[in-house]
């Protein structure tokens, strides 16, 4: 590869070339480990799961430019066997802009597509970024409540694809680890249902969201002063309801990750910020749970 660089005047060529072997889906002996460091603190483990070094690409492809990236990328086919290549293709295809993130959207529900997952997150951000890292932040983690339905094995093959596309979204879009990116979506998604936590009456019944002491959801309905045992019958197909009882089950979904979230952070002795935790009690599901710890404070 030196030589043949030298031989075209090709700067960036090398890096290229090894963009693309370190990018598929295959594991690499320690020669090929030894290079492939060179350029990327991904360690084998975390390139071989699916994981996507942002400035390595970025700066193979300025070095190489448009013209000798993509003849690169024509002759990924011939690195391995198999569509092993293909990873690498996908991931460059998003980071360039040549998919958007409907056909993405579209090819990942019907084909449950890992590697397109995984490259999700990498295409450039729209006008409002903030809009487009919430849709797709919604559209992974529905990814993975869809997983459920499958065996242990390929949900655990799933996860980790969900694993690596968080990752590599958080990344992108110049957070810190994936611990952060949660904790700003799940903050902005408590935020957008705040609404509905207040009382609306709906053919005579006061409906409106609620949270227990351990940030769990339930809908309250209220008639005359007093709160019913459970919502009438005839409110079941009323529009108001239908629309709190969808924001109920995102609220429960919400909680489910917010517990999952903090205990792994406890597990990996994860230190926050004073104003994340701000941050995290202004979400009145997160709010119980972040207040139930005991924090160890680091002065």
């Known amino acids: 590869m030196d030589i043949i660089e030298e031989y075209l005047g090709w700067p960036g060529l090398k890096s290229g070339c090894y963009y693309f072997m370190a990018h598929m889906d295959e594991r690499f002996d320690d020669r090929k480990q030894a290079m492939i460091a060179r350029y990327t603190p991904l360690s084998p483990e975390e390139l071989q799961a699916g994981a996507f070094d942002v ?32 990873r690498a293709r996908k991931y460059a295809d998003a980071a360039l802009g040549r ?14 597509n890992k590697d397109l997952l995984m ?20 559209f992974i983690q529905q990814f993975l409540k869809e997983s459920r339905q499958f065996g242990a094995q390929r949900r655990a093959s799933e996860a980790l694809a969900v694993s690596m596309a968080m990752k590599n979204m958080a990344t992108k879009a110049g957070f810190a680890d994936v611990t952060r990116l949660t904790l700003g979506m799940e903050t902005q998604l408590g935020k957008s249902y705040a609404v509905f936590f ?4 709906a053919e005579g019944v006061s409906l409106s969201l609620s949270v227990d ?6 809908i309250t309905a209220g008639k005359d002063g007093k709160t019913l045992k459970s919502v009438p019958a005839r409110l ?12 109920y089950t995102k609220l429960k979904e919400q909680y489910s990750r917010t517990v999952k979230m903090v205990e792994q952070a406890m597990e990996e002795r994860e230190r926050y910020r004073f104003g994340e935790l701000l941050e995290l009690c202004g979400n009145p599901v997160a709010e119980p749970v972040v207040r139930s710890l005991v924090w160890i404070v680091d002065k």
């Open 55 to 86: 400035n390595w690409f970025k700066e193979a492809y300025e070095l190489l430019g448009a013209e000798h990236f993509d003849m690169l990328y024509d002759g990924a086919k011939y690195i391995s066997d198999g569509q092993k290549h293909s």
């Open 99 to 112: 998919v958007t993130l409907e056909q993405l959207k579209t090819e990942i529900s019907a084909k449950r």
């Open 119 to 138: 490259s999700f997150g990498l295409v450039p951000f729209g006008e409002d970024r903030e809009r487009d890292l919430m849709d797709r932040y919604q």
């Open 198 to 201: 207040g009382k609306k009456e």
């Open 213 to 218: 002491e351990y940030g769990r959801a339930s």
């Open 236 to 247: 079941k197909k009323n529009e108001y309801y239908l629309q709190l009882k969808e924001v």
